[in-house]
């Protein structure tokens, strides 16, 4: 059973790190720091926004409008981290 909580704790670490990646290529993107015409730049925002949409789309929906301010990541960070602590509770507390 450890085992698994240890898993599901690496591929949830591994998601939020995805997460970040995202919201920071979108900043750089946004701010033209960097250009998506690189072919390199534009797959990794691209994976980066396929793996995190899917998950962020409900979010935004529930959240109201902050203008131009999207909280959805942070908020799917907080619930990712109660995710583990809660995982990490469960397994060592049987």
């Not at 994976?47 to 131009?68: C, D, M, Q, S, W």
Request: aromatic share 10%.
């Amino acid at each position: 059973m450890i085992a698994l909580g240890n898993l599901i704790n690496a591929v949830v670490n591994i998601f939020i790190f995805i997460l970040i990646v995202q919201v920071i290529m979108s900043w750089l993107i946004a701010f033209n720091v960097v250009n998506t015409r690189n072919r390199f730049v534009y797959m990794i925002a691209d994976v980066a926004y396929k793996i995190t949409e899917p998950v962020l789309r409900p979010i935004r929906r529930i959240l109201p409008n902050f203008g131009g301010i999207d909280l959805s990541p942070v908020v799917l960070i907080l619930l990712l981290g109660f995710l583990q602590r809660l995982l990490v509770e469960l397994a060592y507390g049987m």
